[in-house]
């Protein structure tokens, strides 16, 4: 079945389409090291569409051979306090709900290996990651021990060695098959009452919020509550708990293994449907907006934070963005490089003087008062404006 006509979920072949974004960076968090490589970085088309029947929402122009999540990969959230805090309430959230104390977890994508080290810190006996691109790069969250990451794909035969909880968090929106993955994880589980916990974008805040900027090419899925319902109710894993977290920004669901139901609908996607609806025709309507507050800046304007979101909305912006002149970072691994399409260099907050914006746009509502407060410790009095869709 191709992702172009038919639904990953379900299999249903009418897909509706909800939004549509051309020629948009294929890796939004892979910066480059000079400025031809990143306007020349590869580009990709998101054809957004949603399955009326199990209302999973998707990109059916998307290429999985596109994507290599290659070293250069950086998409660590954890330089903020707000993420920090996060991650280490939801680690002692599961070794405690789990009971893992003493025992084994796998993370399926583990990145370099922050929350294996939170829950290692947390009491378990090993943690083992599994992420390819984590190939040749150093991190400081192996030290302890029982801390390993693997820097390969995950594959169902490594469940060989013994597992008591499986992770997967910020995954699933990447796969253009994602039932073969939780069928893998089932068939490895077997008859054992083994918990897993998988964590995703909360697609039902991006379409309520109209937060069209979350809408990138390296998601070919966009899941809400109902649709990673019926994702586990059909691999065979009922939902022990689903939640939202993070400002409601992330979906977060704890399952435990049962008999699949293959053809399990949930009852909140007709819902999901007219949310995808909405959505479309809105974020059309708020990008024409976006486009005309900047053309109207005739100093200089900076987007502070260099994540997906804000690169994504930078390219969005077309010619409109020419008042852009950086990229502002926390992390110093992105200083120095450039975004992918746009070209904007990745900048320290402290050389934020030195180019004096008129207009600092923050890519995310979640760091306002810390990014406000911060420029104006600087002595400088740009005008502020949260990139919400
Ligand atoms: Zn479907």
Not at 106 to 118: A, K, P, S, T
Not at 274 to 303: C, M, P, Q, Y
Request: charged letters at 20%; hydrophobic letters at 45%; a negative charge.
């Amino acid at each position: 079945m191709s992702l172009s006509t038919h639904c990953p979920l379900c299999g249903a072949d009418h897909p509706e389409a909800v939004y549509t974004l051309g020629d948009v960076p294929v890796i939004c968090n892979q910066l480059w090291p000079d400025a031809g490589a990143a306007r020349t970085a590869p580009s990709g088309n998101v054809e957004l569409v949603v399955c009326p029947d199990c209302a999973f929402i998707w990109n059916r122009a998307f290429d999985p051979d596109c994507m290599e999540y290659a070293p250069g990969y950086e998409n660590a959230l954890h330089f903020s306090p707000h993420f920090q805090s996060f991650a280490e309430d939801l680690a002692a959230g599961l070794v405690e709900r789990f009971d893992l104390a003493g025992k084994h977890v796998f993370e399926i994508g583990c990145g370099d290996g922050h929350m294996l080290d939170l829950m290692a810190a947390n009491g378990v006996a090993t943690a083992t990651g599994f992420d390819p691109s984590m190939e040749g790069k150093d991190t400081p969250y192996t030290a302890r021990d029982g801390v390993e990451i693997v820097p390969e794909y995950f594959r169902s035969d490594q469940l060989g060695r013994p597992f008591d909880a499986i992770l997967c968090r910020h995954v699933l929106e990447h796969l253009d098959a994602p039932m073969s993955l939780l069928q893998d994880i089932r068939r490895a589980i077997g008859e054992r009452d083994v918990p897993v916990y998988f964590e995703v974008p909360n697609a039902g805040w991006m379409l309520d919020a109209v937060s069209m900027w979350d809408v990138i090419y390296e998601h070919v899925g966009y899941w809400t509550a109902p649709a990673i319902i019926a994702l586990f109710r059909r691999a065979g894993f009922a939902p022990t708990s689903v939640s939202v977290g993070y400002g409601g920004q992330f979906l977060m669901v704890e399952a435990r293994p049962t008999d699949p139901e293959p053809g399990y609908l949930d009852p909140g996607a007709p819902e999901v449907l007219a949310a995808a609806r909405a959505f479309g025709d809105a974020a059309t309507g708020a990008l024409a907006s976006w486009r005309e507050k900047l053309s109207g800046v005739h100093g200089r304007a900076v987007i502070w934070g260099a994540g997906s979101k804000g690169i994504t909305f930078a390219n969005a912006l077309g010619a409109a963005g020419a008042p852009l002149a950086a990229m502002v970072d926390l992390n110093t691994r992105k200083h120095g490089l450039l975004a992918p399409g746009v070209a904007l260099p990745v900048v320290a907050p402290g050389e934020l003087a030195e180019i004096g914006p008129d207009l600092v746009l923050i890519s995310n509502a979640l760091y306002e008062a810390e990014i406000t407060g911060q420029v104006r410790n600087m002595g400088l009095a740009p005008e502020f404006a949260v990139v919400t869709g």
